[in-house]
T-cell receptor, first 113, second 110 residues
């Protein structure tokens, strides 16, 4: 089982560029989410989805878009990258939307110059 | 507001016990979690406790919950070098969101 797969693992962007971070899970999980991890700040929720066709904002949604056209995929789009978006991004999924265990991808390290 | 606080660093000697502390603000939290992050990897769930419990033990791990003080702790007995990692406390609140603390970096010295 692949679990939660994130690509790419590393990415360097110039300010103003756009890109999409990919996330896919093969566990038939309804709930998927994106977090960013910054030193001393823990993980902060960017966007989440409770099922295909449904997305919602987390704590820090500005500058990011998401869509959920299938159960398996939950891409995160940076529309116009800024240095403040330099971070490590984690995708996570769980079976339901309650207290279920979250499964994390291995992360994408993004640098915006 | 929602807030989960942890100290950032803890250093122990191999074989000692480690205690990682966490405080949270949302008294309506139903579940509280401990996640472990090893270098270059995502987070993995270590253990969790339901809010109506005071204690949960799982092999070398003991979770204590003081609901009155909104304080959660993780004790690792006989700490090994393989336990070196960042440990995150998280609360699942009634808003349906999982809120993480800043993470405590545990360093285990031989």
């Amino acid at each position: 089982n692949a679990g939660v797969t994130q690509t790419p693992k590393f990415q360097v962007l110039k300010t103003g560029q756009s890109m999409t971070l990919q996330c896919a899970q093969d566990m038939n999980h309804e709930y998927m989410s994106w977090y960013r991890q910054d030193p001393g700040m823990g993980l902060r929720l960017i966007h989440y989805s409770v099922g295909a066709g449904i997305t919602d904002q987390g704590e820090v949604p500005n500058g990011y878009n998401v869509s959920r056209s299938t159960t398996e995929d939950f891409p995160l789009r940076l529309l116009s990258a800024a240095p403040s978006q330099t971070s490590v991004y984690f995708c996570a999924s769980s079976y339901g939307t309650g207290n279920e265990k979250l499964f994390f991808g291995s992360g994408t390290q993004l640098s915006v110059l | 507001g929602e807030d989960v606080e942890q100290s950032l660093f803890l250093s122990v000697r191999e074989g000692d016990s480690s205690v990682i502390n966490c405080t949270y603000t949302d008294s309506s939290s139903t579940y509280l979690y401990w996640y472990k992050q090893e270098p270059g990897a995502g987070l993995q769930l270590l253990t969790y406790i339901f809010s109506n419990m005071d204690m949960k033990q799982d092999q070398r791990l003991t979770v204590l919950l003081n609901k009155k003080d909104k304080h959660l702790s993780l004790r690792i007995a006989d700490t090994q070098t393989g336990d070196s990692a960042i440990y995150f406390c998280a609360e699942f609140n009634q808003g349906g969101k999982l809120i993480f603390g800043q993470g405590t970096e545990l360093s285990v010295k031989p």
